[in-house]
């Protein structure tokens, strides 16, 4: 069992920056891919970016690319999403999750586990 509880959310300008932290409780977390996704109202959840369980390798969504960094810390159990050069269409609930697969969380866009969410809201 894996959960997950997240802070960090709230309100920006656009071009501004938010880290948002997501804490882990269960055993062996360093063999679950950890992933963040976001929800913004009338939208399908959207895959957001990943970490493998040794942190050796991350993935991104093509808009957060170059904007977004996704780091873990195992000896804390944390994941962590340094949010830059943020934008108004950045606006949405941020949830992270995890999975034993990458594939899960990359493709099908779920995971075993979930947080709450937190709301990022980014003005104009």
């Known amino acids: 069992q894996v959960q997950l509880v997240e802070s960090g959310g709230g309100l920006v300008q656009a071009g501004g920056s938010l880290r948002l932290s997501c804490a882990a409780s269960?055993?062996?977390?360093?063999?679950?891919?950890m992933g963040w996704f976001r929800q913004a109202p009338g939208k399908e959840r959207e895959f957001v970016a990943a970490?493998?369980?040794?942190?050796?390798?991350?993935y991104y969504t093509d808009s957060v690319r170059g904007r977004f960094i996704i780091s873990r810390d195992n000896a804390k159990n944390t994941v962590s999403l340094q949010m830059n050069s943020l934008k108004p269409e950045d606006t949405a609930v941020y949830y992270c999750?995890?999975?034993?697969?990458?594939?899960?969380?990359?493709?099908?866009?779920?995971?075993?586990?979930w947080g709450q969410g937190t709301q990022v809201t980014v003005s104009s």
């Open positions: 970490i493998s369980g040794s942190g050796g390798s991350t």
């Open positions: 999750a995890a999975d034993r697969r990458l594939h899960t969380i990359v493709v099908e866009t779920t995971g075993d586990y």
């Open positions: 269960g055993r062996t977390f360093s063999n679950y891919v």
